[in-house]
């Protein structure tokens, strides 16, 4: 039987859920966490046990998301600030995700695990290849843009998180989805997390619904914005090309219907070359991989 499937929600829950759905529901939602340490304090039991309990209720919480609906979670489980802690917490750690990860794999799911992770790392490195994409002439600086640095980010396959749990009473994203995170909905919650319940994640949901209309505005406007932002770049693009081709922006009838032409052209070239380049660094990417996996096999 599925390990994640196993066991179903009670009657109750089910009810619950059935209510929650009839709403406006995250289709993506992110976790951080936190708090095994003061959970495993708590129950005076060691450290590695208040992680494996955390791991536990990450698989309960993949099978309540799998009843409510939600297609994708994605998960903070090792933050490159945690290689800071003691050698024997790392290991432990590193034990739990070869033990267990597999296992996850397994099941097929909707789940993006954020490990060795940080967003300032995923950023400066998605900075770092744009400007390897200029360097190798497939990029123009003019292509550089918010929306090709959504591209280079590893999440770019998936989209932005609606929601964004952390429990454990902390107020902080502690580095996490920094970038993909501006439109979410951002939920606190006190509880530890291997003590993480179906009821805290509605309630965490309910908050969400609570915010949806605003949310959505601001997603909506940001997305026109940054249209707008884009046609200024192309058009700024063009004014330079006819003035370089001696025609006047503002010009006669003829100059203006060169002006759509070239839009057009630029809009079209643009779009060409950040084809190419994503092409160039999913190989480069791939590349890297091969290696890494050549050099620890
Ligand atoms: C935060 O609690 C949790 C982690 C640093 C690890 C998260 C990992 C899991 C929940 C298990 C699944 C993942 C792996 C790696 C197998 P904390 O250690 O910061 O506890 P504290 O906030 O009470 O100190
Ligand atoms: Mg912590």
Not at 18 to 41: C, E, T
Not at 196 to 207: K, S
Not at 232 to 258: F, I, M, N, W
Request: hydrophobic share 35%.
């Amino acid at each position: 039987m599925s390990w994640i499937r196993e066991g179903e929600l009670t009657i109750i829950e089910r009810f619950c859920a059935n209510i929650i759905k009839a709403g406006p529901m995250p289709k993506h939602v992110a976790f951080i966490m936190d708090g095994n340490r003061r959970y495993a304090q708590k129950c005076h039991v060691e450290r590695q046990q208040g992680h494996s309990q955390g791991f536990d209720k990450l698989a309960q919480t993949l099978r309540w998301c799998l009843n409510l609906g939600i297609r994708e979670v994605t998960v903070y489980a090792f933050s490159i600030e945690n290689f800071k802690r003691s050698k024997e917490e790392v290991d432990g750690l590193m034990d739990l995700a070869r033990q267990k990860f597999s296992r996850l794999l397994e099941e097929q799911c909707f789940l993006n695990v954020c490990f060795a992770y940080t967003s300032r790392h995923e950023i400066s490195n998605a900075v770092r290849e744009m400007a390897w994409g200029v360097e190798q002439g497939l990029l123009e600086p003019s292509d550089v843009s918010e929306s090709l640095l959504d591209k280079c980010l590893y999440t770019n396959n998936s989209p932005d998180p609606d929601l964004l749990i952390r429990t454990s009473g902390e107020v902080r994203l502690s580095d996490f989805l920094l970038w993909q995170t501006s439109h979410s909905c951002l939920v606190f919650q006190s509880v530890l997390w291997p003590e993480y319940t179906f009821w805290n994640l509605c309630e965490a949901i309910l908050r969400f619904q609570m915010n949806y209309n605003a949310l959505q505005k601001a997603r909506d406007s940001y997305m026109e914005e940054r249209r707008r932002q884009q046609m200024e770049r192309d058009q700024a693009y063009v004014t330079k090309k006819l003035q370089q081709e001696g025609c006047s922006p503002r010009g006669a009838h003829g100059d203006s219907r060169r002006r759509r032409t070239l839009l057009q052209k630029c809009t079209a070239m643009r779009e060409e070359r950040i084809q190419g380049f994503l092409q160039a660094l999913e190989h480069k990417r791939a590349d890297f991989f091969e290696r890494l996996c050549t050099v620890s096999a």
